[in-house]
């Protein structure tokens, strides 16, 4: 199974609340061409899942106008800044044993992205990731996640 981990594109600084900061212009921008490489190495996702956080829906907005095929889109709260690591990593070893060919997209925040993508590849360290970064995983039947990319 290939797990996409990304982080949202860039956010305006300000919003009454932090789950309200939209993308800038500039987020905008890198979420369409986050999108065009996401269809060009996996062109049909079975699951999408994304923070409920206004930049995480608006990335994958902007992300969803460059896929060619989408299967289920959830919104999750496990994919808010502060998720919990435990619930999602049991989620994706669930959806690996009901079928290990799929194809997952998560478009979520620091610092959950850099644990979670630690927590899969089984790594000492954290990956550091910048807006609109996305870590490429293929989870296997031992449990350990192999880091295929990062862009």
Known sequence: MEVFIMRHGEAEFMAAQDSQRALSKHGIEQ???AGEKLNRCCPHFDI???SPYLRATQT??????????????????????????ENLTAWLEELYIE??????????????????????????QAIAFHTANIARLRMTNTGVAQLLQFT
Not at 108 to 120: D, E, F, I, K, N
Request: glycine share 4%; net charge neutral.
């Open 60 to 85: 994958w907005q902007h992300v969803n106008t460059k896929c060619n095929s989408v299967g289920k889109v959830y919104v999750l709260d496990e994919l808010t800044p502060s998720g919990d690591i």
């Open 99 to 124: 079928d290990s060919q799929r194809s997952i997209l998560l478009v979520s925040h620091l610092p959950l992205v850099s644990y979670l993508s630690q927590a899969l590849a089984k790594q000492d």
């Open 48 to 50: 999408v899942a994304h």
């Open 31 to 33: 979420s369409k061409l």
